[in-house]
Antibody, heavy 118, light 107 residues
Framework: EVQLVESGGGLVQPGESLRLSCAAS????????MSWVRQAPGKGLEWVSV???????YYADSVKGRFTISRHNSKNTLFLEMNSLRAEDTAVYYC????????????WGQGTLVTVSS | DIQMTQSPSTLSASVGDRVTITCRAS??????LAWYQQKPGKAPKLLIY???SLESGVPSRFSGSGSGTEFTLTISSLQPDDFATYYC?????????FGRGTKVEIK
């Protein structure tokens, strides 16, 4: 059974850093495209970042240069390193799997809340 | 970046109604479109991928159609479990964007 479990969210001050983790089971993160999607409170969904099976990475303009996506193959875990956090980064962060090149998200984690506030 | 315009933003309907939600892309995306259902406090759930393919386990009352720039999600007979928010999503050139969502409410 495919499962994704995020962790690492919390309350941080503007300018601080946070690292999110997404533990996967039932499949290998290094053989799939993996992504982060966020949702600000009461708002819609926003794609954040993707890492391809070949390790290429891409980012939304809103986080480029501040966020870094990576994975640890032996731990079967996806990460999102978030630096220089801003109030507008406050959101529930979901990790999600992209099963093929059509770019849809077939499995999602339960999400982890990041709150950036002084 | 490709923009996705989803309409309506809110829809009031009754159990048994046929419901249609539209998503329009700012440029052609071929069939690179998916639809999701989200309930409060929960992660989105994939309903339709590649514009018209039904995800395994999703009831057949859900269907998707369209290509290029115009897409629709249809619920043939609305059930109590279907009251939720629905999002379209496109993929193109290493960028993903979602529509702003359609909340389906009880009339």
């Amino acid at each position: 059974e495919v499962q994704l479990v995020e962790s690492g969210g919390g309350l941080v001050q503007p300018g601080e850093s946070l690292r999110l983790s997404c533990a996967a089971s039932g499949f290998s993160v290094n053989r799939n495209y993996m992504s982060w999607v966020r949702q600000a409170p009461g708002k819609g969904l926003e794609w954040v970042s993707v890492i391809y099976s070949g390790s290429n990475t891409y980012y939304a303009d809103s986080v480029k240069g501040r966020f870094t996506i990576s994975r640890h193959n032996s731990k079967n875990t996806l990460f999102l390193e978030m630096n220089s956090l801003r109030a507008e980064d406050t959101a529930v962060y979901y990790c999600a799997r992209i099963p093929d090149y059509y770019g849809y998200f077939d499995y999602w984690g339960q999400g982890t809340l990041v709150t950036v506030s002084s | 970046d490709i923009q996705m315009t989803q309409s309506p933003s809110t829809l009031s309907a009754s159990v048994g109604d046929r419901v249609t939600i539209t998503c329009r892309a700012s440029q052609s995306i071929s069939s690179w479109l998916a639809w999701y259902q989200q309930k409060p406090g929960k992660a989105p759930k994939l309903l339709i991928y590649k514009a018209s393919s039904l995800e395994s386990g999703v009831p057949s009352r859900f269907s998707g159609s369209g290509s290029g720039t115009e897409f629709t999600l249809t619920i043939s007979s609305l059930q109590p479990d279907d009251f939720a928010t629905y999002y379209c999503q496109q993929y193109n050139s290493y960028s993903w964007t979602f529509g702003r969502g359609t909340k389906v409410e009880i009339k």
